[in-house]
């Protein structure tokens, strides 16, 4: 493996078509202002690196970044590749992550809008997250210990798991499909719309109209605070731990809760099953 060391490089293309290339404390900055530093690369690994030009890695096949940083000039910084590891590293440019495959990212910092996108296969651990339209579109996830805080995020996502996660999001799993959430808070407006195949395990969900028109929904032993206007024309089996403000119309299933300020039936077709106190139901296994 070739080493490059103590470099700065600002030239369009700089490393194009590098395989086999160790990169250790070098800048990718500087007035050249040139893109794409490693396009079309393979087997990259880059450490202690700081990098403020835009799309430094895209059609990379095989990478590693370690305890780096990648600054908001650093725009779309990975795309369209794939075997990527991440560690230690502030990713701060927009769109940092799309139609990439096969990620683990673990103990980074992002910053980024558009995070995300279209991507299969990520784990993502250890890790706080600010982004708008996270995760869009991406499929195969699993998320362990991490926080994020921003709107719309995970829409349309399917197969994924997260675990002992905190999540301040709006309209978070919208259209979302085969996607299981355990010991995790989530707070946030309109949760889960159209989602199905949503499972949440011992979570406590924060946040005005969640669960509404969604399919084969599922809530294990939840906490639900400040949660209004419920379960509207969902199908729904749920064991709730805590008073819900209200529930409104569930279209199937059945809902045990402990109490309800209001039940809002006034759609014909709304025949869940609403239980309060003791829950008989096959949410509760």
């Known amino acids: 493996m070739k080493i490059i060391e103590n ?19 070098t800048n990718f900055d500087g007035p050249a202002d040139g893109e794409s530093a490693f396009k079309e690369c393979s087997d990259i690994t880059a450490e202690h690196c700081f990098f403020n030009l835009r799309y430094p890695f895209w059609h ?3 990478l590693k ?5 990648m600054t908001e000039l ?7 590749s794939d075997h ?29 809008p558009e995070f ?21 579109r991406s499929e195969d996830i699993i998320f362990r210990d991490v926080t994020f805080k921003g709107k719309y995020s995970f829409q ?54 969640p669960f509404c028109y969604c399919t084969n929904l599922k809530l294990i032993h939840c906490e639900m605070i400040d949660c209004d206007f419920a379960f509207e024309k969902s199908e729904v089996e749920a064991s709730i731990t805590t008073p819900v403000i209200s529930i409104k119309n569930p279209l199937s299933g059945t809902i045990c809760v402990p109490s ?16 309060i106190g003791e829950c008989p139901c096959k949410a509760s296994a």
């Not at 970044?65 to 940083?69: R, V």
């Not at 650093?74 to 369209?80: G, H, I, V």
């Not at 590891?85 to 980074?108: F, P, Q, S």
């Open 74 to 80: 650093c725009r779309a910084s990975l795309w369209y």
């Open 156 to 209: 349309y996502i399917k197969n994924a798991v997260f675990e002992n996660c905190s999540f301040e999001t709006k309209d978070a799993f919208w259209h979302g499909e085969n996607i299981t959430v355990r010991n995790s808070v989530i707070k946030g407006e309109y949760l889960a719309w159209y989602s199905n195949g949503l499972t949440l395990e011992n979570c406590k969900i924060i946040g005005t109209q």
């Open 84 to 112: 990527i590891e991440i560690n230690g590293t502030k990713m701060h440019g927009i769109k940092a992550l799309r139609e990439c495959g096969d990620v683990v990212i673990r103990d980074c910092d992002i910053i980024s």
């Open 7 to 25: 470099k700065t490089f600002d030239e369009e293309r700089a490393l194009y078509g590098s395989h086999g290339l160790l990169v250790k404390n």
């Open 260 to 275: 309800v300020g209001e039940i809002i039936r006034d759609d014909e077709n709304s025949k869940g099953e609403i239980v």
């Open 60 to 62: 990379t096949h095989g």
């Open 65 to 69: 970044i370690s305890d780096s940083e």
């Open 116 to 136: 995300g996108w279209s991507t299969r296969g990520i784990r993502m651990e250890d890790t706080t997250a600010v982004s708008e339209y996270f995760m869009m």
